[in-house]
């Protein structure tokens, strides 16, 4: 099964606490969605340090500034997986793109444009946090997920996150893994998120689910490697069924037309933002 006809699905995986399982996440969704015969681009716009490149075990080929100087072209900086997807890595500098400038992001958006139709599915694992470049390629995205766990930091961080999608950026629909966590701690965790959420913001939570803790996890980012079903046959098959479950649920093209509005709408950010800058003189 193939989604999207024309442009790329874009999906963002982001959380308000860091650690909490994003690029894990991010990582099998791709994988998993390649073997449901899906063609899938991860971006990491995420400065961290346990991040794609490393827990696959690639290393970038060049950066986006080297790609806007016009000295490398974006294909050249993608690099194949053994699991069957493409990445453009961490190393890459993908996260530094609200600092470029108009004429750099537009090269960045034109580049982008040419690989587009290769891919019908996008995810971008962003940085943990509100910062300017987690709003941006989450408003950009055409569906976000926040992960969190049950603990209480992760929650309000979590919270935090979506208030800020929501009041700023008209963020307004959301998918929620909970990690970390049984069935019911999961079930407990959303439904705290989804009450402070209901009262106080307009926002539509859509509950995936959620992974328990396993030292499975652990030993297969340790590893370097996927988590392989005949290792760990129980947390595989948990796994399994949070990713289809995001996989499955409709595309939100109301929401924006995917990779077309993320490149339109980069430019215009970066215009507003040389705008403020200028504003606040310099
Ligand atoms: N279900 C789980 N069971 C056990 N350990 C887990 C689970 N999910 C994630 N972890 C552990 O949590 C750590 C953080 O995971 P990961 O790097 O994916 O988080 P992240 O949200 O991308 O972090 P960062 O914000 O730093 O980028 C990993 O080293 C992993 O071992
Ligand atoms: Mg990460």
New binding site residues.
């Given amino acids: 099964m193939s989604v999207g006809k024309e442009m790329p699905r874009v999906i963002a995986i982001s959380?308000g606490k860091?650690?909490?399982?994003?690029?894990?996440f991010s990582i099998h969704l791709a994988a998993y969605a390649a073997t449901k015969g899906h063609r899938v681009l991860l971006l990491d716009a995420?400065l961290?340090?346990?991040?794609v490149d490393v827990m696959l075990g690639v290393s970038a080929k060049g950066s986006v500034l080297e790609m806007v100087r016009g000295e490398k072209s974006l294909p050249n900086l993608i690099v194949p997986t053994k699991a069957g997807f493409d990445v453009l890595p961490g190393g890459s500098g993908l996260y530094e793109l609200t600092a470029l400038d108009a004429g750099q992001q537009q090269v960045m958006m034109d580049e982008m444009r040419h690989v587009s139709g290769n891919y019908d599915l996008v995810l971008i694992d962003v940085a943990?946090g509100i910062g300017d470049n987690v709003l941006y390629f989450v408003s950009a995205s055409e569906s976000a997920v926040v992960?969190l766990t049950p603990e209480p930091t992760s929650l309000t961080d979590a919270y935090a996150l979506i208030k800020v999608l929501s009041r700023q950026r008209g963020v307004n629909r959301f998918m929620v893994v909970v990690?970390?966590a049984d069935d019911f701690d999961a079930q407990v965790t959303f439904r705290r998120l989804l009450s402070v959420s209901d009262r106080y913001l307009d926002v539509h939570l859509d509950y995936v689910g959620h992974?328990?803790?396993?030292p499975d996890?652990?030993k297969s980012?340790q590893n370097q490697s996927l988590l392989q079903d005949q290792d760990s046959p129980k947390t595989r098959q948990d796994l399994d069924v949070v990713l289809q479950s995001i996989l499955s649920r409709p595309r939100d093209l109301n929401r924006n037309g995917g990779l077309q509005f993320f490149w339109e709408h980069s430019l215009n950010e970066g215009l507003q933002m040389q705008d403020k800058q200028a504003g606040q003189g310099g």
Avoid: C, E, H, M
Avoid at 18 to 24: E, I, N, P
């Fill in positions: 959380s860091g650690g909490v399982g994003k690029t894990f995420d961290g340090l346990a991040n943990a992960i990690n970390q992974l328990p803790y396993s996890v652990r980012i």
